[in-house]
């Protein structure tokens, strides 16, 4: 059975909407969802707290939604899937209320995108709404420029039980499937044609 991981976005909880919505349409004979609450005034702390939680409960999957799927990009080396993911924290989270330290966020952002590579890149997943509300499209443009697959699902900034039952029965799967094949292609590197133009 896969262990999958939600981190759930700003000013939400673990036992999120969106959590339930997933744990309701995920096939149960195949995997346990499960969650983890952070500081969103403290993100780098967060990600050493989840990366423990992952190692010590052998999580395979991290689910991140709009906060929580920026946090999820910075889980290297985990395979991974970003839902939403507010790209840009220290910009975005003041508007919606956020009074805490911008200065993590920015550090956190600079140094996601010096540390992109072919590896990361294939590790990751983002699933992007059409009408996402609150962010809109413009981050999926940029999301795609570090990471091979980009996913578009239906509805708004808050998972629908729509996109939910797509991710469940589709995205993740599939992500599965390409991550696995991936790592196998990474470990044989010769096979790797992007390899002849380092």
Not at 176 to 188: G, H, R, S
Request: hydrophobic share 35%; proline share 5%.
């Amino acid at each position: 059975m896969e262990k999958i991981l939600y981190i759930h976005g700003y000013n939400s909880t673990p036992n999120s909407n969106t959590f339930n919505l997933l744990r309701n349409n995920l096939d149960k004979s195949k995997y346990e969802l499960q969650a983890i609450d952070y500081d969103a005034e403290d993100p780098e702390g967060a990600i050493r707290r989840i990366r423990k939680y992952a190692s010590d409960n052998k999580i395979d999957l991290v689910i991140g939604s709009s906060l929580g799927g920026f946090i999820t990009l910075h889980l290297y080396g985990m395979s991974r899937i970003a839902i939403n993911p507010c790209w840009d924290p220290a910009v975005e989270l003041p508007k919606i209320g956020y009074t805490g330290p911008t200065e993590p966020y920015a550090r956190l952002l600079k140094e996601l995108k010096e540390s992109s590579d072919e590896e990361e890149a294939g590790l990751c997943s983002g699933c992007f709404a059409e009408d996402d509300e609150l962010l809109g499209t413009k981050y999926r443009d940029i999301f795609s420029r570090y990471y091979l697959r980009v996913y578009a699902i239906p509805g708004g900034h808050r998972v629908s039980e729509e996109a939910a039952a797509l991710l469940a029965t589709e995205i993740i799967p599939d992500h599965d499937a390409e991550t696995n094949d991936f790592v196998y292609k990474l470990i044989n590197a010769d096979n790797l044609p992007w390899l002849d133009e380092l």
